[in-house]
Structure formats: C-alpha cells, structure tokens
C-alpha cells in the first residue's frame, strides 16, 4: 500500500493508503519542519512530544526542527492554523503540509502520515 495526498478547502492535505506506485518521501533529500500543538503539560502531550522525537531520530537523523506550541500560551495558533484537537502534529516541510492528530503512540499511523513508510512496512496493521 502507498500513500495518496489529498488536498482538502482549507489547503491541508489529507492521508490515505492507496495502493497506487507513489514513492514516499525520502528523509536524507529533505529538510523537515513538523509543528506539534498541544494543551499544556497533559499527558497525552508528554506522551506526543516523546514519540515524535524518537520518530524523528530515528528516521529523519538530524533533518528535522520540532516547534512546540502550546496553545494555553499561544490560543491565536489555533486558529491561525486551524487546529481543531490536540495534540496535533502538522508536517510544514516538505509539502504538501499534512496533520496527524493524537498522541502518535500508532508508529505506523505516523510514518504513513508523515509519507515516511516504506515499501517494505506494513501500512496500518
């Protein structure tokens, strides 16, 4: 399975498997800037911000800028940026931008979001 891009009215994007022959995005080719939204120092934040940073380590190696906003100090960003539920992680580099919404704890659900699954993973088992 791949992934297919779909962009939606807000100018976001969309993720779905697909079984077309698109490639995913390579990390080694690509600058990655990911903005991670969250409500305070919740759980589920903690728990968010801990995956990302290990996905990231292990896949992007040194490509990648985290920006965590919490939007108890920051409530414009929503809707600035149309965060609807936290935590919420958007993929701003490389385009098209693209949202993964919960604690990313579903490392599969992660990678497919972020277009980083390969040929060779199962996708959403």
């Known amino acids: 399975m791949n ?9 976001r994007s969309k993720t779905r498997l697909t079984e077309q022959n698109e ?3 390579k990390p080694e080719e690509s600058r990655w800037d990911l903005n ?9 934040a903690v728990t968010a911000i801990n995956n990302l940073k290990i996905i990231c380590e292990e896949r992007l190696k040194g490509k990648f800028q985290i920006k965590v906003i919490d939007l108890l100090k920051n409530p414009q960003s929503a809707h600035d940026d149309q965060i609807v539920a936290v ?11 693209m949202n993964i919404i919960g604690d990313l704890s ?5 990678l497919a979001g972020l277009g980083l699954l390969e040929h060779n993973e199962s996708a959403l088992t």
Do not use: A, M, S, W
């Open 36 to 44: 991670l939204y969250i409500v305070g120092q919740t759980p589920k």
């Open 23 to 25: 490639q995913p995005v």
């Open 87 to 97: 935590p919420t992680l958007v993929r701003k580099l490389p385009l098209p931008e």
């Open 3 to 11: 992934i297919e891009h779909e962009k939606l009215k807000t100018g």
């Open 106 to 110: 579903n490392k599969e659900r992660v």
